[in-house]
């Protein structure tokens, strides 16, 4: 199949060859020609070089000098000096101490010491030890003058003081029953009446004041009540009047 196809290269090219040949002989003379030239004159190829630039980082900046040690002070010299001069104080240890011996005696002594107590006799009181000659008898170290010994009792009030609080009650040392009036009986009114009485300072009653009750009943009621006597009633320790109340009972029950 093959055998009747035409072909490519009918005839060979003999000039190839030659061709290669020539050029191999250019390239030997050019290589020879820069050799020797380089070689003759290498001052002027030396001219003609590539320019580069060539980019490198700043070095680095030098290590700083040592610095000197500064001078020290001549006074820690002079207190190494003085330390040096001061001579060692050595302690003595102290000398003991010699314990008296306890020896019985050999004889009884005549005459034996006696102890006297020197306490004030009785019924004289006993002052500060630092007092002041003269001063006041059972005294308190450090006090006033006219302390609490020579206060001035209080005033008694002027008014009569009403019972409570502070003031109590006085107790009743005579009572006296009231009457019971006819007209009240035969009424058959009973109640109780309530006044408000003064009582002075020896405990007596001076005046009664009606309060609440009965008509028919109040006027036997305070009749009654102004017989009364009572205890005393002492405030800060001075009698002193009082305003009380009391009260009254009727009774039909208890009636003579």
């Known amino acids: 199949m093959f055998d009747n196809l035409p072909e490519t ?7 190839k060859p030659r061709a290669i040949l020539l050029a191999a002989g250019i390239h030997a003379v050019l290589v020879s020609t820069i050799i020797l030239v380089q070689m003759v004159m290498p001052e002027k190829l030396g001219e003609f070089q590539l320019l580069t630039t060539l980019y490198m980082a700043a070095p680095p900046p030098p290590p700083p000098a040592p610095l000197s040690e500064a001078p020290r002070p001549q006074r820690h010299v002079a207190e190494k000096a003085a330390v040096a001069q001061t001579p060692a104080v050595v302690e003595q240890a102290p000398p ?21 107590d020197t306490r004030p006799p009785a019924g004289i009181s006993r002052g500060a030890s630092s007092g002041v000659e003269s001063g006041v008898s059972d005294g308190l170290l450090g006090g006033v003058l006219g302390g609490a010994g020579s206060v001035p009792p209080l005033p008694p009030p002027s008014a009569p003081v009403r019972v409570g609080g502070n003031v109590k009650q006085p107790r009743i040392i005579h009572i006296e029953q009231p009457k019971y009036p ?5 009424a058959h009114i009973e109640g109780a009446v309530i006044l408000e009485a003064t009582v002075t300072a020896e405990g007596s009653v001076d005046k009664v004041k009606v309060i609440s009750g009965p008509p028919m009943l109040v006027e036997p009621a305070v009749e009654a009540v102004s017989h009364w006597k009572y205890e005393p009633t002492y405030l800060n320790g001075q009698a002193v009047p009082v305003i ?11 009636a003579q």
């Open 9 to 15: 290269i009918p005839q060979k090219n003999k000039k």
């Open 244 to 254: 009380l109340t009391a009260k009254i009972n009727f009774s039909l029950a208890n």
């Open 96 to 116: 003991p101490v010699e314990k008296p011996e306890m020896t019985a005696p050999v004889t009884i002594p005549k005459d034996i010491a006696k102890i006297v």
């Open 182 to 186: 006819p007209e009240a009986k035969r």
